[in-house]
T-cell receptor
Framework: GEDVEQSLFLSVREGDSSVINCTYT??????LYWYKQEPGAGLQLLTY?????DMKQDQRLTVLLNKKDKHLSLRIADTQTGDSAIYFC????????????FGAGTRLAVHP | DAGVIQSPRHEVTEMGQEVTLRCKPI?????LFWYRQTMMRGLELLIY????????DSGMPEDRFSAKMPNASFSTLKIQPSEPRDSAVYFC??????????FGQGTRLTVV
């Protein structure tokens, strides 16, 4: 079945790079996504990558996709305290258009 | 556009009472999703609609849960009767393109 797995916690120093990893199971997913959730808020779409791409860069964010290993990563350059949040990886389910399957989320803590 | 609008933001109710959560999707979006977020189970898709028609309700936990979408600009999720284990944050999301799905701020439901 469809499953998305992420590590639960990541702690980084302000100014360093953060790398959040994710593995997924549905090889037919058309798009993969990264969402950010701040405390008490909804999910904010950060970026997405089409399944036939290897990399996508958007300002401080770099997404890497290894389709063979079904591995997705999000790199945040120059991590700031405002980046502290929970980051969710999601895949588009082959069972339904736009239907997203989410991982458990990675809590990113940024310390001085 | 104001984004996906959910009401109320917080709801506290007694066990056995009926609860109705409301959602206004982004204008022009033809997909609407209801998700539930808990610490134990993460983000779960409950049901989704396409052009106001329910497509997949396999995530609805029990018959106590029902959802409707009477028109393109409004949806409700109803729990009757509510139970303490229904306490969670309920998110509504809408999409008009597989590349992005936008979430509301959520309704935090507490059943005592």
């Amino acid at each position: 079945g469809e499953d998305v797995e992420q590590s639960l916690f990541l702690s980084v120093r302000e100014g360093d790079s953060s790398v959040i990893n994710c593995t997924y199971t549905d090889s037919s997913s058309t798009y993969l996504y990264w969402y950010k959730q701040e405390p008490g808020a909804g999910l904010q779409l950060l970026t997405y990558i089409f399944s036939n791409m290897d990399m996508k860069q958007d300002q401080r964010l770099t997404v890497l996709l290894n389709k063979k290993d079904k591995h997705l990563s999000l790199r945040i350059a120059d991590t700031q305290t405002g980046d502290s949040a929970i980051y969710f990886c999601a895949e588009s389910s082959s069972g339904g258009y736009n239907k997203l399957i989410f991982g458990a989320g990675t809590r990113l803590a940024v310390h001085p | 556009d104001a984004g996906v609008i959910q009401s109320p933001r917080h709801e506290v109710t007694e066990m056995g009472q009926e609860v109705t959560l409301r959602c206004k999707p982004i204008s022009g979006h033809d997909y609407l999703f209801w998700y539930r977020q808990t610490m134990m189970r993460g983000l779960e898709l409950l049901i989704y609609f396409n052009n106001n028609v329910p497509i997949d309700d396999s995530g609805m936990p029990e018959d106590r849960f029902s959802a409707k979408m009477p028109n393109a600009s409004f949806s409700t999720l109803k729990i009757q009767p509510s139970e303490p284990r229904d306490s969670a944050v309920y998110f509504c999301a809408s999409s008009g393109d597989i590349r992005w799905t936008f979430f509301g701020q959520g309704t935090r439901l507490t059943v005592v």
